[in-house]
């Protein structure tokens, strides 16, 4: 794990010269929030204004500078703070030469920490984060607690701070981008969900990776919980080097202090007591991965005080977020999923654990360093057809070889036409990219959404001729 930090105490923001890095949402809630401090503040993006919100326009006229389509070096080492959003690397040449000269740089979310009164849950991992975060904050809130998911998800943890008091409880997704930049940020209770390769095109190796997310438990202290996938050796260790008190989550086996599942049910197990949950057939969502997510929910909600049974019934009530798994259609005996969100190898080998066989999956989109020869064993047991779509697919074929039948699409609207022809009644339709969308979308949204419109828009009746395998 990276060393801990010597902590430093909250720069006094008034009339600091402060340079927010990227302008996408996070970027946008922290320049209002140093405005309301202040602060000096400019804001910049490789982006030109017209690439950007309109919201823009709003902070030019509260008095930030903007200094958009492309970086100047010398306003970067000159500021007294820089704040970064997530997707900015912190390797970047204008931020290098920043910390060259002692300039402070840090996460959109280390600066929202320096404020809140309230309870911290930080939940991070290769996969599974943004549902576990959002059902987190669904069970919290069910039970009658004043939580909130927030962070990575979708609302940055600065947006919080005005509402801020001491029993409210923010349960934060944490990507390892956001990460990188915390000195002080400390959750209350941090939860590891799994560790698998991701973002190669970022980080010199898979090593530095898990570091990053492992920083989620830099500031731990013997008072906090840690929670951890006893299935997944990488996690279970970065965990136990952190001083928090350790709890583990399990599908396969009984764990001494935590949650697993036993002769169909869940079970909650923690100091000295035991509460079996509820059945795990009765899980609303979909999947083997999912049940992980439920497991790290429910341990959560204990160590934040939430009756296992209230906990229950705000499982039940969840219906999960579009993109993940999410069922499109029925189409003549078909089964359409889209699982958009499935942006690395890692995921998509999740995704199609979920389904014993039988599966026409559309692979690709814009490669993040993925290994997607670590596919083979699980396409060749449950892929029948692969189609693969966008920038990445010839390094994907590369990769997989003659392992499956094999379609090349170069849009989801080719990828969804083949599919229609090449899947079997009683078959699976799944996307699961194991890519990012960058190539052709915005976001992973965006292309989820694509996916939905042209599988809802497919022409009823007789399905069409097949291909031969």
């Known amino acids: 794990m990276t060393e801990r930090l010597r902590p430093q105490a909250p720069p006094r923001l008034r009339g600091a010269r402060v340079l927010v890095v990227g302008a996408m ?22 982006k030109a204004a017209s690439g950007l919100p309109p919201a823009i326009d709003e902070l ?11 970086h100047d070096e010398a306003t970067f080492t000159a500021a007294d703070l ?16 920043a910390r060259g000269r002692g300039v402070r740089i840090v996460a959109e979310v280390e600066v929202a920490s320096w404020f809140l009164t309230g309870t911290l849950v930080g ?24 939580a909130i998911a927030c962070g990575n998800l979708g609302t940055p943890l600065t947006e919080m701070v005005p509402d801020d008091a001491p029993d409210r409880i923010y349960v934060v997704e944490l990507s ?8 002080t940020f400390r959750p209350r209770v941090a939860a590891l969900l799994n560790l698998s390769p991701d973002h190669q095109d970022r980080y010199p190796d898979v090593r530095a990776y898990y570091d990053a997310k492992a920083r989620i438990f830099m500031n731990q202290g013997p008072s906090d919980d840690a929670v951890l996938n006893h299935d997944d050796a990488e996690a279970l260790a970065a965990g136990r080097r952190g001083a928090a008190r350790r709890h583990a989550f399990s599908r396969t086996q009984e764990v001494d202090d935590g949650a697993f599942v036993r002769r169909g049910d869940i079970v909650v197990r923690r100091d000295g007591r035991e509460t079996a949950v509820m059945p795990a057939a009765q899980a609303p969502l979909f999947g083997p991965h999912n049940l992980d997510n439920i497991l790290a929910t429910l341990l959560v909600a204990d160590l934040v005080g939430v009756p296992m049974s209230a906990a229950a019934r705000g499982v039940a009530t969840f219906r999960g977020l579009p993109h993940r798994l999410e069922k499109v259609s029925d189409r003549q005996g078909v089964a359409w999923f889209n699982d958009s969100k499935a942006t ?14 039988g599966v026409v999956l559309i692979l690709g989109g814009k490669d993040k360093g993925g290994d997607f020869a670590s596919m083979r064993p699980i396409i060749r047991s449950r892929v029948a057809h692969l189609i693969l779509m966008g920038q990445a697919r010839e390094s994907i074929q590369g990769q ?33 990219p194991a890519c990012a969308s960058f190539d052709q979308y915005s976001s992973f949204e965006e292309r989820g959404e694509d996916f939905r419109r042209l599988v809802l828009a497919l022409p009823a ?4 001729p097949r291909e031969g395998r």
């Open 400 to 432: 997989l070889g003659p392992i499956a039948p094999t379609t090349m699409a170069a849009t989801m609207a080719e990828a969804v036409e083949a599919a229609a022809r090449l899947a079997a009644p009683g078959g699976v339709v799944l996307l699961a």
């Open 82 to 97: 820089i704040a970064v959003s997530p997707g900015v690397p912190l390797a970047s040449p204008p931020l290098q030469a």
């Open 344 to 357: 690395n190898v890692g995921a998509a080998i999740q995704s199609l654990l979920s389904f014993p066989g």
């Open 176 to 183: 390892s981008f956001q990460l990188e930049g915390i000195e």
């Open 60 to 70: 030019r006229v509260r008095g930030a500078r903007l200094e958009l389509g492309g």
């Open 461 to 464: 009746g007789s399905p069409p």
């Open 25 to 46: 949402r996070s970027g946008l809630s922290l320049t209002r929030f140093l405005l309301d401090q202040g602060a000096d503040v400019t804001l910049t993006d490789q």
């Open 123 to 146: 939940i991070t991992g290769s996969n599974g984060k943004s549902t576990t975060t959002a059902l987190c904050g669904h069970v919290l809130h069910h039970a009658g607690l004043r």
